[in-house]
């Protein structure tokens, strides 16, 4: 019942001492929010361009064919009764572009682009981080044509089972709930996943089943003539000096992943 008339000033001493926050406060207080990692995600068309990315030629002719051809003309495939590949798993070394590729691709797409953090959707609750799943499936849905970036994906895909004192199988019921919406996730709705992990040997083999993550696309460190284009993408927008010999820093640079090379063109 209202205990309290809005219209009123005041507010008596009886009622207040009366007033208590119940567990029904807070049901329905949490039934109103959304988890603060969700609220934060944005549907956007990226600006990356293949441009933005130096070297990966060979990844990128790949990318066209398993995902631009798809999503740009889905028709072709049911026409002939194919089913394109639903997602891709990018794996290698951290720091080698896969975020940038995945933006990329969906730039040329001219798809939606979503990007989540696998530990984004963990959560303390019990059963929230399967709603943070379904939440963001959902968003993709909605946002179709849609590229859905996992990063970090291992940190919610690992392989079942040996999660030791993980409470309840916390865990199994993520990925369960992953491998449910993409099982869910209709040919005609034009929503393509890619995942990105360092670690693929602690990845959950369900996930690179057919009609899943079944493509993987190896993102090694870049070899001297994609340093050259990676050094010449970071800076194409900045005045060099003559004397800078950009094939000279690409021998020097060996072992370096493409963000290093960012890093140290913008020092």
Known sequence: MDLIDLEDDTIDAE????????MEDFRYAMSKSNPSA??????????????????LDEVKRELQELVQYPVEHPEKFLQFGMTPSKGVLFYGPPGCG?????KAIANECQANFISIKGPELLTMWFGESEANVRDVFDKARQAAPCVLFFDELDSIAKSRGGNVGDGGGAADRVINQVLTEMDGMNSKKNVFIIGATNRPDIIDPAILRPGRLDQLIYIPLPDEKSRVSILKANLRKSPIAQDI???FLAKKTEGFSGADLTEICQR
């Not at 207040?16 to 119940?22: G, H, I, R």
């Not at 896969?98 to 995945?102: E, M, S, V």
């Open 15 to 22: 009622v207040m001492d009366s007033l208590a926050v119940t």
């Open 38 to 55: 969700l609220r934060e995600t944005v549907v956007e068309v990226p600006t990356v361009t293949w441009n933005d990315v130096g070297g």
């Open 98 to 102: 896969k975020t940038l590729l995945a």
């Open 245 to 247: 010999d950009l094939e």
